[in-house]
């Protein structure tokens, strides 16, 4: 607790440098309480409403997430002990609310160690953006949070820790948030897949979550695939219907290259991408084989055969051949839809970059030849192999350091992301969304996203306004990359 204490100090210390309030009188004569042994809940709570304007008592949560370990079986026959999830028994729940309506969510923590959540993609306040010292003090075991937001985009994103991430991650905590649109566009289903590994031993208990040869390449992969937390789980359509099929790679490490193949026929079916990371594409497109790093998302519109009993499988490629996701079977009689019949996905609020009086930055990512990382309470791998333009992350500790560039609110940048590794880095920003400009390797689609999959040897710029105030960390999604250096924030003023 004497701990929490001083972070908490030094959090508030940091927040008077940003210039941003101080805590109030009442948050930390109840920090102080700690000391003492009080306990810190209502403290925190109170800290966090007061930060968004709101009191402890005025209202519920929409939701109240409460990260917990349980035993679970991912195999059958065999219980896995110790996964974590923000369920009560199973998987943590797909979140839904509204594009443009204003939402709550209380994190109480349930386990023996600090916490945060992380709303993967969302353009939020930044005091809510879940990153221990940067945005916010982390959450001890017992202790609430508030989280209060209102998204201003519709489209497939997730959320996640942000403290202890490899660990907490490699477990579980990893959930889908869906935001709706406000005019529904005329699927017949809507289903979401979640796309992550676990390592687990022979025995279906979790083994070391990385190994440091590695993390200093391209990440280590699980050992068990799963979808929704079962392996090759099997779900029931619609014959002749209109599905809207949202796949999110919540993995600390792999990237899937989607397929959907037509068992019968032998090929590829009618699945079109609609979206990529939250956005709707230029044009929909026809899915042949796309890839998706870990931390981004794909949203597929899929003409389900008009028989009964028809199977589709959703697989990711590989060298080593392709792996089965996840199966669709028809049911029922036909529908009869078509792709016509769909509305076309409107736009988010993202804005457009002024290219032509936009500041050019060079973000370098590379190998770093530091040896150890910082001790955080919210973890350390004990590793410091990346670095963005020279300078590795210290972790998740009081004092970062400096941003990697300082960007004016309202002003246009173009992001020149250089890849010297021969590793692929999904890139990931919080906070603000940007445009995929171009490649030295291949051609890009004018997508927006907020994470870039940046190929070995590979030079891309991106391009955004800087129209969220804060501090936005910018990050590697392969987790071990990002606890072992391949972290830096940019500060918006």
Same mark, same amino acid.
């Given at each position: ?23 109030? #009188? ?96 969302? #353009? ?93 390449? &391209? ?20 014959? &002749? ?174 992001? #020149? ?77």
């Amino acid at each position: 607790m004497w701990l929490y204490y001083c972070e908490l100090v030094a959090f508030a210390i940091r927040k008077e440098s940003l210039g941003a309030p101080m805590l109030t #009188r009442r948050e930390f004569v109840a920090a102080g309480a700690l000391g003492a042994g009080v306990a810190a809940s209502g403290a925190v709570l109170a800290g966090a409403l007061a930060a968004q304007g709101a009191k402890p008592d005025e209202a519920s949560a929409d939701v109240v997430l409460k990260p917990n370990r349980i035993d679970h079986a991912i195999h059958a026959g065999t219980t896995t002990r110790d996964m974590m999830s923000y369920g009560v028994d199973g998987p943590p729940p797909v979140l839904r609310m509204k594009q443009g309506e204003a939402f709550t969510a209380d994190l109480v923590n349930g386990l023996d160690e600090a916490t945060t959540i992380h709303w993967h993609g969302l #353009r939020i306040p930044n005091a809510v953006d879940g990153v221990p010292f940067l945005t916010q003090p982390y959450v001890y075991k017992d202790e609430r949070f508030r989280y209060a937001f209102t998204p201003p985009d519709a489209g497939t994103f997730w959320y996640h820790p942000h403290c202890n991430t490899l660990e907490q991650m490699g477990r579980g905590l990893t959930g889908l948030l869906i935001v709706e649109e406000p005019e529904d566009p005329g699927f017949d289903q809507d289903l979401a897949l979640n796309l992550r590994d676990f390592r687990l031993g022979d025995d279906g208990q979790f083994i070391r979550q990385f190994k440091p040869r590695l993390a200093a390449r &391209g990440g280590t992969l699980g050992t068990v695939m799963t979808t929704n937390w079962q392996v090759e789980p099997r779900y029931e359509v619609h014959s &002749g219907g209109l599905l809207r099929l949202r796949l999110a790679a919540t993995d600390v490490t792999r990237i899937y290259r989607v397929s959907v193949v037509d068992e019968d026929a032998g090929d590829r079916t009618e699945a079109r991408v609609i979206a990529l990371d939250a956005n709707p594409v230029p044009a929909p497109f026809k899915l042949e084989v796309y890839p998706i790093g870990a931390g981004q998302r794909m949203d597929l519109a899929i003409r389900l055969p008009r028989e009964e009993g028809k199977v589709l499988r959703v697989e990711t490629q590989s060298g080593a051949g392709s792996r089965v996701l996840a199966t669709l079977i028809t049911k029922g009689p036909d529908l009869r839809r078509s792709f016509a019949e769909l509305k076309p996905l409107p736009p988010n609020p993202v804005m457009e970059p002024d290219l032509a009086n936009a500041t050019t930055l060079p973000f370098t990512f590379s190998w770093s030849a530091e040896k150890s990382g910082m001790e955080s309470i919210c973890g350390t791998l004990g590793y410091t192999f990346w670095a963005i333009n020279r300078v590795p992350w210290p972790g998740d500790v009081p004092d970062p350091g400096g941003p990697l560039a300082e960007l004016k609110l309202g002003q246009s940048y173009i992001f #020149r992301l250089i890849n010297e590794t021969p590793n692929s880095h999904p890139i990931h920003l919080h906070g603000m969304s940007f445009k995929l400009l171009r490649s030295n390797k291949r051609q890009l689609l004018p997508l927006v996203s907020d994470t870039a999959l940046l190929l070995p040897q590979e030079t891309m710029e991106v391009a955004l306004v800087a129209d969220n105030p804060g501090d936005w960390v910018f990050h590697c999604h392969v987790i071990e990359h990002q606890k072992s250096g391949l972290t830096g924030y940019v500060k918006v003023v």
